[in-house]
């Protein structure tokens, strides 16, 4: 059974531009959720979708969006890049709705953005 | 406000000791406590899920404890080997809330 996958693993942008990242979950699993890791702030929530529906987001401005497909597959958008947006970035799957539940987390590899 | 706490910020064992990582947290509802394990450069990788009603739970050489009226959870790492030089990440969720903690960064040395 394959892992979540993400893409790209590493990529390099300047400060004004937009990214877009991409998560595709284990098979099955209808939750995918999103995740900031910089050294300085460990791992942060960013939102979580289930069912191509937005459940939960964390404290982050607007830049940062999200969504779901109809095959559970998510990509999250970051615009208007600030330098502090540099971190490695993690999706995880799971069968249900993450936060109140204790169905297993997956996380894929990430996705390392450095913002010049 | 909710918090999670993780003690110690790094630790450095030799192998084939034993040793023990702290969590202390704040968050409350309370829905469950999470232990990860994360390498360098790799996502992490789930270690144990306890609610509130588990006070022990283990998985191979790894048995986390979590005591809900204290807010407090350890996980032992026992007979260590330099496989287990990673970062340990706690999370608590509650109602539809998430916390990391910092991690701790534990070294392990032949």
């Known amino acids: 059974k394959a892992g979540v996958t993400q893409t790209p693993r590493y990529l390099i942008k300047t400060r004004g531009q937009q990214v877009t990242l991409s998560c595709s979950p284990i098979?099955?699993?209808?939750?995918v959720s999103w995740y900031q890791q910089t050294p300085g702030q460990g791992l942060q929530f960013l939102f979580e979708?289930?069912?191509?529906?937005?459940?939960n987001k964390g404290n982050f401005p607007g830049r940062f969006s999200g969504r779901q497909f109809s095959n559970s597959r998510s990509e999250m958008n970051v615009s208007t890049l600030e330098l502090g947006d540099s971190a490695l970035y993690l999706c995880?799957?799971?069968?249900?709705?993450?936060?109140?539940?204790?169905?297993?987390?997956?996380f894929g590899e990430g996705s390392r953005l450095t913002v010049l | 406000k909710n918090q999670v706490e993780q003690s110690p910020q790094s630790l450095i064992i030799l192998e084939g000791k034993n040793c023990t990582l702290q969590c202390n947290y704040t968050v409350s509802p309370f829905s469950n406590l999470r232990w990860y394990k994360q390498d360098t450069g790799r996502g992490p990788v789930s270690l144990t899920i306890m609610t509130f009603s588990e006070n022990t739970k283990s998985n191979g050489r790894y048995t986390a404890t979590l005591d809900a009226d204290t807010k407090q959870s350890s996980l032992h790492i026992t007979a260590s080997q330099l496989s287990d030089s990673a970062s340990y990440i706690c999370v608590v969720s509650g109602n539809n809330d998430m916390r990391f903690g910092a991690g701790t960064r534990l070294t392990v040395k032949p």
């Open positions: 979708y289930f069912s191509e529906t937005q459940r």
């Open positions: 995880a799957s799971s069968q249900a709705s993450t936060t109140s539940n204790t169905g297993e987390l997956f």
């Open positions: 098979s099955g699993h209808r939750s």
